[in-house]
């Protein structure tokens, strides 16, 4: 008997979604950041044990908008809530809890969705005592299915985590093959690694107002290189200066850095032109916001 449950990853920016969907999955099929917002689209995850498959939504850090890809950033979010078996609610083993986490446990009392509740980074704690205090904070809060300490970083409680999940899987055909890990394009999955070393390296608020697109993305006859043009799009000329480096040097460390995580991820030589260009305030152009994939 085959089993299936859809699950929404979900929580406030920069707790640790994304690391622990590739810690579940063995791979790394999401970009990591330490900056907020890291996630823009929602990226599917699916791990298949057994008989029982879980398909993972990762969906972007809930947060207070400020232009209207962080609207539709939101509304990704709602929209995963609302169309799940259940959710991944992650949050962070210290600090207050977040405004954005009270709205998304209204929105999960509203659509009354079974939720497990993922406290993760509890390697930052010193003191283990705060960890029962989350959890006795949380509980107050809502009626979730398990509470379980975990940290993306280590792995620690991960299997356990996983565990209870497959507890609300329900008797179903499996939607996607066995050994599928992500729906993700392969042009998606490129224009996403590219990005991710723009968040590393750069600083303040540059990099938010990156999006990346694959132009070309071919493998060469009779021979195992796989050619990919890109062109990182900026929002203001200065920053396309910033993006570029003196002679070259931001753009050069860039793409050698990504060209490295390329080469890794699809196993063949890659060789990868990056350009630079810029499209004012597209964060607010609903056009271009539909062109980068990003609606």
């Known amino acids: 008997m085959t089993k299936t449950a859809f699950i929404a990853i979900v929580g406030c920016p920069n707790v640790g979604k994304s690391s622990l969907l590739n810690k579940m999955l063995g791979t790394k099929i999401a970009i990591v950041s330490s900056k907020p917002q890291t996630t823009r689209t ?3 995850g699916v791990l298949t044990r057994g008989e029982t498959q879980l398909v993972f939504t990762d969906t972007p850090g809930y947060h207070k908008p400020h232009n209207k890809l962080g609207e539709n950033m939101n509304r990704a979010v709602g929209e995963s809530i609302g169309g799940v ?5 992650v949050t962070e083993a210290k600090g207050e809890i977040k405004k954005g986490e009270k709205e998304l446990i209204d929105k999960f009392k509203a659509l009354k969705v079974p ?14 005592s705060q960890l029962l205090e989350r959890i006795a904070l949380f509980s107050q809060l809502y009626d979730f299915e398990a509470i379980v300490p975990v940290c993306a970083e280590t792995g620690e409680n991960v299997e356990d985590m996983i ?28 224009a996403e690694i590219i990005r991710e070393k723009i968040l590393r390296l750069m600083d303040k608020e540059i990099p938010h107002g990156i999006a990346v ?17 890109a062109i990182i799009y900026c ?19 860039i793409s050698t850095f990504a060209r490295q995580d390329l080469e890794n991820f699809f196993e063949i030589k890659v060789n990868l032109q990056t350009w630079v260009k810029v499209k004012e305030d597209w964060r607010n152009r609903e056009g271009l916001i539909h062109n980068f994939g990003l609606d």
């Open 115 to 128: 939720v497990i509740l993922a406290i993760n980074k509890i390697d930052m704690l010193s003191d283990k």
């Open 213 to 229: 697109s694959i132009e070309k993305m071919r493998e060469r006859d009779n021979a195992d290189i796989l050619d990919i043009e």
């Open 85 to 89: 078996d259940a959710c991944l609610f």
């Open 42 to 44: 929602k990226i599917m």
């Open 163 to 190: 565990k209870e999940m497959e507890k609300l899987a329900f008797e179903s055909p499996h939607f996607f093959p066995d050994d599928t890990l992500t729906d993700q394009p392969e042009r998606v999955l490129a």
């Open 235 to 253: 929002e203001r000329e200065n920053h396309k200066g910033m993006v570029i480096g003196k002679k070259g040097a931001m753009l050069k460390k």
